[in-house]
């Protein structure tokens, strides 16, 4: 059966699939500055992770499942030479949580070998892969990254280069990718700029690649700028170059990154993700106050820095209610009941004597189907408190995304069933208040129409198929029945180490 989450099942935000890194640099060890901005990026993915590197004539890879911490020691890494690599950590959106889809995908073509890494989702996934095995294309994972890869291997194009051209006028959807050659590393993202990607500079005079900011940060890279939507950089010996390949669509980033998914210390359009949680909780404190409370308290850790604003614009003080266990990872452990029943206590730890006797603010970033929130909530008053007020910055989430996020069926999406009354009192708190759609923009400080906000409104800005609407296991039938036994024996069908 597919790998489980200790709390699956009762998770309540919705999660990202991935993040992808890339690195360029001659004289340095890019295995490890890889591997280290991997695990800046280890938020955006648990389920797995690859590093594959080339030396400028041989390709190297590994990858298994689990956290980057757990996959690769030091004989891995120092087997991984050379001086281009790309890097990918991986929570699955299209295709389920197994080895055979983790990333990058790494196969042979016209131009040497290459390895993809993903983040996103393509909506044309059926279409394009039964035009691939038409073609003869064999396939070996179930995930639509590798239909970029079978693309780009697949062109008769007389480069790399225009051979990615060709791929991106075929596919549809959000994608931000780096792509490793033999002798180039390549970024490039989709017209709709719907997933992050930005492009760092190392002072070794070497170039880096990724899904935010907050990476550069560990390998001492400067951030230069974010890549444009439908824009390729290409990095080799001779430097970077830069080409549009597609004109800007409508621009469409996903407003989540700014609520959930973006780690606070990064940067995305000239804004610190730290700052703007803190606006967003400044502008829902002005539109559902709590006169008379005690206390705000944060649910951590994306709801600490709008708490810290609700309680900065609300002038009611600042206080921890609940501890975070930040050990609750994915394991191949089957969870029980029992601990199904746990599983918000084992990852949440009330403060009993903040908590007894207070009415309190509850500050958290998002209700997708109140399978957490409720537990929470009544964690809370068991520990004591006398009023749990629940205030969210994002608006209600009516719509599921096709994306990039994974996010549930429309019909279990309580704010698609019920309106906030109703969604108050299932979840038992005292009054509940979600930042309205101006809110957020205001928080944010940028036009509305720089964002996707489909989840909130609806308005999805591509066009998504029926056949995607149903499932994110849309190239499998039905979800595979294949999990953590066996990954152990193997692991080594996984490596292209030799």
């Known amino acids: 059966m597919e790998e489980e ?33 991997l695990f800046g990026l280890q938020h955006r993915g648990q389920e797995s992770a690859g590093i594959a590197v080339s030396d400028g004539s041989k390709m190297r890879f590994f990858k298994d499942m689990g956290l980057v911490t757990q996959i690769f020691d030091e004989t891995i890494l120092r087997e991984l030479r050379g001086h281009i690599a790309i890097g990918h950590t991986r929570y699955s959106t299209t295709g389920s949580s197994m080895l055979r889809n983790a990333q990058p995908v790494v196969c042979n073509s016209p131009y040497g070998s290459i390895a993809v890494a993903h983040n996103g989702n393509l909506i044309n996934t059926a279409e394009l892969r039964a035009e691939l095995e038409a073609d003869g294309q064999e396939f070996e994972s179930t995930s639509d990254s590798e239909i970029i890869a079978r693309l780009i291997a697949r062109s008769s194009a007389p480069t790399v280069e225009e051979a990615i051209v060709e791929m991106m006028h075929k596919v549809s959807g959000a994608y931000s990718v780096v792509v490793l050659t033999e ?71 996903c407003v989540f990154e700014f609520i959930y998914f973006a780690r606070p210390d990064s940067v995305m359009c000239g804004h610190t993700i730290h700052m703007v949680r803190r606006r967003l909780g400044h502008e829902l404190a002005r539109e559902h106050p709590a006169p008379g409370v005690h206390i705000v308290i944060p649910i951590p850790d994306t709801g600490t820095a709008a708490a810290i604003g609700f309680a ?22 089957e969870p029980d009941q029992r601990m199904r029943e ?16 207070k009415r309190i603010v509850m500050v ?24 749990v007020h629940v205030r969210i910055t994002s608006p209600q989430i009516k ?49 509305r129409d720089r964002f996707c906000l489909a989840c909130f409104d609806g308005k999805y800005p591509i066009e998504v198929p029926e056949q995607v609407r149903v499932s994110k296991f849309t190239l499998e039938g039905e979800k595979a029945d294949e999990g953590g036994a066996g990954v152990l024996s193997r692991r080594n069908e996984q490596t292209g180490i030799r």
């Open 5 to 37: 989450c200790i709390l699956e099942g009762m998770a309540e935000s919705p999660h990202e699939e991935c993040g992808v890194f890339g690195v360029f640099a001659e004289g340095e060890d890019v295995a490890r500055l890889t591997y280290f901005g």
């Open 399 to 447: 719509y599921p995304c096709f994306y990039g996020i994974d996010m549930v069926t429309q019909s279990e999406l309580i704010g698609s069933r019920l309106p906030v009354e109703e969604v108050c009192k299932h979840i038992g708190a005292t009054t509940l208040g979600h930042l309205s759609i101006p809110g957020l923009m205001r928080a944010l400080g940028i036009r």
């Open 342 to 357: 746990l599983g918000v206590k084992m990852k949440l730890s009330p403060l009993r004597e903040s908590l007894a006797g």
């Open 183 to 253: 002798d180039k590393l390549i970024g490039l993202r989709d017209p709709n700029g719907i997933r992050p990607l930005c492009l760092g500079r190392l002072d070794s005079n070497g170039y880096v690649i990724s899904s935010e900011t907050c990476a550069l940060n560990l390998i001492a890279g400067r951030f230069m700028r974010e890549i444009e939507p439908g824009e390729m950089v290409v990095i080799d010996r001779s430097g970077l170059r830069e080409t549009q390949v597609m004109p800007t669509a409508r621009r469409a980033l």
């Open 364 to 387: 958290d970033d998002s209700i997708v189907r109140g399978t957490t929130t409720a537990p929470t909530v009544k964690m809370l008053r068991d520990a004591g408190a006398a009023e």
């Open 312 to 333: 900065e614009a609300s002038r009611i003080p600042y206080g921890e209610g609940v501890i975070k266990n930040r050990y609750i990872q994915r394991t191949f452990i």
